[in-house]
């Protein structure tokens, strides 16, 4: 069975067993009179749940990769590759966001040190540090260098970037339960995971931003032979990207969406350019390590 028959049959057990543990789980809030987690997000975190899972039950099986195959060895440097990567993002970010600036695409604001942006400069960065590390070490750790097996580098990139990308849009909202969540209903759930996906021209440039940012990601995990880099700067990008709208905001309504995007930086024309001028940068400039994987 190759790796793309065995992941995607981990996926697809695990979106089940989530379905079938969602309706326990949210009937249980229900009897605690706990109403702030509809049914949509206790679905989703069941089979995020689940497909960890599985992840972690069937990793030999389904990846055969060592720690050091995923990246995540402590040899000489890995600390210089955290340092390098949230300098490089903070650095890169400032730049497009002074040009977005100058081109009055964006505004300055004056709420980042209020009471609400000093709690969330907090929480942002425990997200941010979970993002970072989580997804690099599921997509770029795990999913990319199980297609390294059987494909070519660049079309494991690809492979990996699409599903890093497509993976964002399988949120759906606004389940309506009337009463107790049945198993049933919550299998009829699953398909509503591809709604999104449905009215895919709408999606096209977030799916475009998010496509470039896997291949930006990728590509710094093969330079480096470590996750350590894409790591630091997949997280700072995350969190800096979610507190600007305390120091500066879009002064457009959307009117330039395909252009300047929408306020989330990386699905607009500006923003791919964005992105592959941090793949060229990484490129010349990244060193490779003694072990290197590109």
Not at 37 to 54: G, Q, T, W
Not at 128 to 157: D, H, M, N, P, Y
């Amino acid at each position: 069975m190759s790796f793309i028959t065995r992941f995607l049959l981990v996926l697809v057990l695990s979106a089940i067993c989530g379905a079938l543990l969602a309706p326990f789980v949210y009937n249980g809030f229900l009897s605690f009179e706990i109403t702030s987690f509809p049914f949509d997000k206790v679905l989703n975190r069941c089979v995020l749940i689940s497909l960890v899972c599985f992840l972690i039950t069937f990793r030999k099986s389904l990846f055969v990769l060592s720690a050091d195959e995923i990246g995540l060895s402590r040899t000489a440097g890995w600390k210089q590759d955290i340092l390098y990567g949230i300098v490089f993002g903070t650095l890169s970010l400032a730049i497009l966001y002074f040009i977005l600036y100058h081109a009055e695409a964006r505004i300055l604001e004056n709420r980042l040190f209020t009471p609400k942006y000093m709690k969330r400069i907090f929480e942002y960065a425990l997200a941010a540090i979970f993002i970072g590390s989580f997804e690099e070490i599921f997509f770029r750790g795990c999913v990319l260098q199980g297609f390294l097996k059987t494909q070519k580098r660049w079309i494991a990139v690809i492979l990996t970037s699409l599903f890093y990308a497509v993976t964002h849009f399988l949120a759906p909202e606004d389940f309506v339960v009337e009463g107790k969540a049945t198993i049933l209903f919550s299998l009829k759930s699953l398909l509503r995971f591809l709604e999104p996906l449905q009215n895919f021209s709408a999606l096209l440039p977030d799916f475009m931003g998010l496509f470039l940012l896997g291949v930006v990601l990728a590509y710094a995990r093969l330079k480096t032979g470590r996750l350590y880099f894409s790591m630091a700067l997949h997280g700072i990008w995350v969190y800096w990207i979610k507190i600007d709208s305390g120091f500066i905001r879009p002064t457009y309504l959307g009117g330039e969406h395909w252009f300047f995007g929408d306020g989330k930086v990386i699905n607009g024309f500006v923003g791919w350019l964005f992105l592959l001028s941090a793949l060229v940068w990484i490129h010349y400039f990244v060193p490779l390590k003694k072990r290197e994987v590109a």
